[in-house]
Nanobody, 123 residues
Framework: QVQLVESGGGLVQAGDSLRLSCTASGRTFSSYGMGWFRQAPGKEREFVAAINWSGRRVYYADSVKGRFTISRDNAKNTVYLQMNSLKPADTAVYYC????????????????WGQGTQVTVSS
């Protein structure tokens, strides 16, 4: 069992930056691929970014490529999402998730989910 807790959300203006963190319980964090997803009001949850267990492979949605950076620190059981040049369209609840599989782009692949953290970007 893995428990995930996100933090770092908030209200910012367009163009600002935020860093989300997701800390996992348990001693097997380094064996999981980690992903960030988001869900805006009235919309389906969508993939944002993912990172494999070692941190050597990363994946991004086209909408955030070049603005967001995912990283992980296995010694701290934490995955990060650095979000720069934020836009109002980035407003959503952001969730981190853990997968024991080897594919990362679909939420169906993930076994564990955090409760989410709200990110609101004003224009």
């Amino acid at each position: 069992q893995v428990q995930l807790v996100e933090s770092g959300g908030g209200l910012v203006q367009a163009g600002d930056s935020l860093r989300l963190s997701c800390t996992a319980s348990g001693r097997t964090f380094s064996s999981y691929g980690m992903g960030w997803f988001r869900q805006a009001p009235g919309k389906e949850r969508e993939f944002v970014a993912a990172i494999n267990w070692s941190g050597r492979r990363v994946y991004y949605a086209d909408s955030v490529k070049g603005r967001f950076t995912i990283s992980r620190d296995n010694a701290k059981n934490t995955v990060y999402l650095q979000m720069n040049s934020l836009k109002p369209a980035d407003t959503a609840v952001y969730y981190c998730a853990a997968t024991g599989g080897r594919t990362y782009l679909s939420d169906d692949e993930y076994d564990y989910w955090g409760q989410g953290t709200q990110v609101t970007v004003s224009s």
